[in-house]
């Protein structure tokens, strides 16, 4: 009986490992920006200063998101104000603002997750991120803006 | 060495007169800060009309001081001279 155990854990292991290897985490060097531009905007009598671009999975797996970090930055490059958003596909992670946000329900990322399409290998996808006028700190001014990947899966 | 003092000052002073007359392009001093600018100064920038000036203004009063002069961009009357003004203008 003790035999019959002893010679399934070498099995056991190889196939541990296999799944590991097998669902690594995507990395940020999976997923790269291969466009992007600033500009102001008006929508619905509302300033905003948006963000958009494309993102374009360079693995060999599916991807299910990538999640951006925009910073407004100053002239001395400090950042003045910062936010996240997600590529188009999987913009439903994103959090919800303004009046009545709180009354929402929403379902719990993993529920969310499911129903997201995944990026496919060398597939593109739009991602916008925004800002209000009023958000944005008066002193010190963004000069400009950088971008960065900060998660993907 | 007194000639060649003499002809290094003129030169010298050739060179300062030539710097001040020659504009080398606007420097921050000179430029019109349209979040203070009123509609006669805005009106000094090249091809501004009084229209475009009180959309300036206009645009100041609704939606809070400018932070980058790109914003001008929003505005309609103003859009079309955007690319001659955006070097004469700042937003301090």
């Known amino acids: 009986m003790m035999t019959r155990r002893s010679a399934g854990w070498p099995i056991t292991i190889v196939a541990s490992v296999a799944l590991v290897i097998g669902a690594r985490t995507a990395r940020a060097e999976d997923v790269a920006i291969v466009e992007q531009h600033g500009q102001w905007e008006i929508s619905y009598g509302a300033v905003y200063y948006r963000v958009f671009g494309y993102v374009e999975n360079k693995s060999t797996k599916p991807i299910h998101y990538v999640k951006l970090q925009l910073d407004l930055v100053d002239a001395s490059g400090k950042s003045v104000y910062s936010t996240v958003g997600y590529n188009q596909k999987a913009e439903a992670l994103g959090t919800v603002e303004g009046e009545g946000a709180d009354t929402l329900k929403r379902a719990p990322p993993e529920e969310t997750l499911k129903k997201i399409e995944p990026l496919k290998p060398g597939e593109k996808d739009l991602f916008r991120i925004g800002v209000g006028k009023d958000d944005i700190p008066k002193r010190p001014k963004f000069a400009t803006y950088q971008l960065k990947i900060v998660e993907v899966k | ?92």
Do not use: H, W
């Open chain 2, 1 to 92: 060495m007194t000639r060649i003092t003499k002809s290094m000052t003129g030169l010298v002073l050739t060179s300062l007169l030539g710097a001040a007359v020659i504009p080398s392009g606007a420097c921050a001093a000179d430029k019109v800060n349209i979040n203070t600018a009123s509609e006669q100064e805005l009106m000094k920038l090249p091809d501004m009309t009084e229209a475009r000036a009180k959309g300036i203004v206009g645009y100041r009063k609704s939606n809070g001081e400018f932070i980058q002069a790109d914003e001008l961009e929003l505005i309609p009357q103003v859009k079309p001279i955007y690319n001659k003004i955006k070097e004469l203008v700042t937003v301090e």
